[in-house]
């Protein structure tokens, strides 16, 4: 089944502790992307890469760090997360720029506390 | 991107066609019209697009005016499980896709 698998589904955390959430597709698509999802904010764009070793901010990237080395796997780290972070987050994954569409990941709801 | 507007909420009675409108006045000529939705705190879900023509798939059908300053998503027998938020997003292929507040369809029982 073709689809982008996120993990953990949950986590929580405490200030200051690295973490990494894991984003895998299995569709081949060269492009990638985080989002974050708050109350009353919609969803924002965090960081998204257009294929390997190609990487770009998105309107949130503050905070965040992404890595590109193999086409599946576009990890999102968090070096010290702050509870500001706190959020529902999103990977997807689109082939043709996005033209056909994005297929969105289950979402991983991080609590940093 | 061409800026969109959308009513924050609509219901739409079980069984019925739901209709939501999208305003994009300010959409330019190669600017596509994308469709998705996300059913309570799951990941948003791809529904249509298209850029002039109507266009209409196992989903729903989008119809865009002639003028291309807005257009409607037509679901033709709303479900109880149709029930979400439904973003309208205008942008050119290739760009970064950006959500905004959406509507949310309520389908009531």
């Known amino acids: 089944e073709a689809q982008v698998t996120q993990n953990p589904r949950y986590l929580i955390t405490v200030t200051g502790k690295k973490l990494t959430v894991t984003c895998s597709q299995n569709?081949?698509?060269?492009?990638m992307s985080w989002y974050r999802q708050d109350p009353g904010l919609g969803l924002r764009q965090i960081y998204y890469?257009?294929?390997?070793?190609?990487?770009d901010k998105g309107d949130v990237p503050e905070g965040y760090k992404v890595s590109r080395k193999e086409k599946r796997n576009f990890p999102l780290i968090l070096e010290s997360p702050s509870p500001n972070q706190t959020s529902l987050y999103f990977c997807?994954?689109?082939?043709?720029?996005?033209?056909?569409?994005?297929?969105f990941g289950s979402g991983t709801r991080l609590t940093v506390v | 991107d061409a800026k969109t507007t959308q009513p924050p909420s609509m219901d739409c009675a079980e069984g019925r066609a739901a209709n939501l409108p999208c305003n994009h006045s300010?959409?330019?000529?190669?600017?596509?019209v994308y469709w998705y939705r996300q059913i309570h705190s799951q990941g948003p879900q791809y529904i249509i697009h298209?850029?002039?023509n109507n266009e209409t798939n196992e989903m729903a059908s989008l119809i865009i005016t002639e003028d291309r300053k807005s257009s409607t998503l037509i679901l033709p027998h709303a479900t109880l499980r149709d029930t979400a938020v439904y973003y309208c997003?205008?942008?050119?292929?290739?760009?970064?896709?950006?959500f905004g507040p959406g509507t949310r369809l309520s389908v009531l029982p």
């Open positions: 298209g850029l002039k």
């Open positions: 300010t959409i330019s000529g190669n600017e596509y």
């Open positions: 569709m081949n698509h060269e492009y």
């Open positions: 997807a994954s689109s082939s043709g720029g996005g033209f056909n569409g994005y297929t």
């Open positions: 890469s257009m294929n390997v070793e190609v990487t």
């Open positions: 997003i205008v942008l050119f292929p290739g760009q970064n896709f950006v």
